[in-house]
């Protein structure tokens, strides 16, 4: 186990356990089988955080599209005080998971990182005044969950390998980064843009809308990308993710990832200009045209009561 460095340690799901810290290299007793008596009790109050990779996993295996995965299957929450948005996986109202059924988990080969990891857990972390960020690992040991009375020994890396989480880890982690320089740049930068956050959302969770977004004619205007990179854009919802990821960086953080086409800036900033003037005659002419018929009105009521009087 890891000697008590101080460390930013958030847990991917609640608990009211305190976490222990682990390592690769530290041990893990612990098996989960179909016959143990608490089989199921981990789904049955389920709390499943979402990164990106999991939900490209999830809406494949289900067949459908992103949009309608996250409007039916998850709930939004925020992962810090300026309202970058999270998601969760979505319960029935006895808060257990959607997915489970008798024989347990109805996604298994595509179960969330969370899933794959419970009872312990991936943290990315920055250690204070360090650079770069760090995976470790924390085991949550409750009460309900019989699975560390088996017998079964393995390291962290074992489980992970046996988890299939790997993959998982590998694929999320440049967004595991995005999340915790953004927290930990948070007071200097200051809260994002309600713009930066809705992109943030859609090119972390809701891949097929971003992939209309990149490929809508004003998107292609602005970004200097080859024909061969668009098309593999199209057709990948992995390379499609990690396009999402550097799209973040250039918004959240000014990091230039993406080549800006030459005057594309200037260009759109013109085009709005042109929409902007334009929005203001059209606002002009109907305020115009309000007054004129209330001028008409009153001055039609004027004559009624005029001849009224005669
Ligand atoms: S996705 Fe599967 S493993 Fe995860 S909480 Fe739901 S039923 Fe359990
Ligand atoms: S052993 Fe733990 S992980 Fe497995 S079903 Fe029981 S509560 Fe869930």
Same mark, same amino acid.
């Given at each position: 186990?890891?000697?008590d460095k101080s460390f930013e340690f958030e847990l991917p799901y609640d608990s009211p356990v305190m976490p222990v810290r682990l390592e690769l290299d530290d041990e893990l %007793?612990?098996? /989960?089988? =179909?016959?143990v008596s608490c089989w199921n009790e981990c789904c049955s109050h389920a709390d499943v955080t979402l990164a990106p990779y999991d939900i490209i996993r999830l809406k494949q295996h289900l067949g459908m599209d992103s949009t309608e995965f996250l409007k039916k299957h998850t709930v939004p929450f925020e992962l810090d005080a300026h309202g970058v948005p999270g998601l969760k996986l979505r319960t029935n109202d006895d808060g257990a998971c959607l997915f489970m059924q008798e024989e347990g988990c109805s996604v298994y080969s595509?179960?969330? *990182?969370? /899933?794959?990891?419970y009872p312990s857990g991936v943290l990315s972390m920055k250690a204070l005044g360090e650079a770069s960020d760090e995976m470790h690992f924390l085991l949550v040991r409750?009460?309900? /969950? %019989?699975?560390?009375?088996e017998d079964q020994l393995q390291t962290i890396a074992e489980y992970r390998k046996e988890q299939g989480v790997e993959e998982y880890d590998d694929l999320n982690r440049e967004w595991y980064q995005i999340i915790l320089k953004k927290k930990s740049t948070g007071p200097t930068v200051g809260k994002p843009s309600e713009m930066s956050l809705q992109m943030f959302f859609m090119a972390s969770y809701d891949i097929d809308r971003f992939r209309r977004f990149v490929m809508s004619d004003s998107f292609i205007k602005m970004y200097d990308l080859t024909d061969e990179e668009y098309e593999q854009l199209e057709k990948d919802d992995i390379e499609l993710m990690k396009f999402g990821f550097r799209l973040m960086k +250039? !918004?959240?953080?000014?990091? @230039? *990832?993406? $080549?800006?086409?030459?005057?594309?800036?200037? %260009?759109? !900033?013109?085009? =709005?200009?042109?929409? @902007?003037?334009? =929005? =203001? +005659? !059209?606002?002009?002419?109907?305020? +115009? $045209? %309000? +007054?004129e018929e209330a001028r008409k009105a009153s001055l039609e009521d004027g004559s009624e009561e005029g001849s009224a009087t005669h």
């Open positions: 186990m890891s000697d %007793k612990f098996r /989960c089988h =179909r016959g595509d179960r969330p *990182t969370a /899933c794959r990891y409750e009460d309900h /969950c %019989k699975g560390h009375d +250039q !918004v959240f953080f000014g990091e @230039l *990832t993406i $080549k800006e086409r030459e005057g594309a800036w200037e %260009k759109r !900033v013109e085009e =709005r200009r042109e929409i @902007l003037e334009y =929005r =203001r +005659q !059209v606002e002009i002419a109907e305020h +115009q $045209k %309000k +007054q």
